[in-house]
């Protein structure tokens, strides 16, 4: 199984991104679909998660209210709203899915993806 995330780039602050990640390969088993970020020199973050079955959303207090995490079971894509960016949003995004009973933490996760670059200017 393999993640592709996308949708990164360089927005002004109070900008919106939508980040996607898609799953493909071999039949992809997890229950739980997650958002971590890493900004220069600091540690791995969680965002959001989602579960697949019910939709059930998890969110990090520095992002509620301004991201939304969605997914699409049919082309096994999660989606990753954005709204009003700020500084403190740079950084390099994953995605990650697993079978975690605990979706805010990332070593809970057994796939990641390769990461997408979100730059916010002021």
């Known amino acids: 199984v393999q993640l592709q995330a996308s949708g990164g780039g360089l927005v002004q602050t109070g900008g919106s991104l939508r980040l996607s990640c898609a799953a493909s390969?071999?039949?992809?088993?997890?229950?739980?679909m997650g958002w971590f970020r890493q900004a220069p020199e600091k540690e791995r973050e969680f965002v959001a998660g989602?579960?697949?079955?019910?939709?059930?959303?998890y969110y990090a207090d520095s992002v509620k209210g301004r991201f939304s995490i969605s997914r699409d079971n049919a082309k096994n894509t999660v989606y990753l709203q954005m709204n009003s960016l700020n500084t403190e949003d740079t950084a390099v995004y994953y995605c990650?899915?697993?079978?975690?009973?605990?979706?805010?933490?990332?070593?809970?996760?057994?796939?990641w993806g390769q990461g997408t670059l979100v730059t916010v200017s002021s």
């Open positions: 989602i579960r697949w079955i019910d939709g059930t959303t």
């Open positions: 990650a899915a697993g079978t975690t009973l605990a979706p805010r933490i990332g070593g809970t996760y057994r796939i």
């Open positions: 390969g071999r039949t992809f088993s997890s229950t739980v």
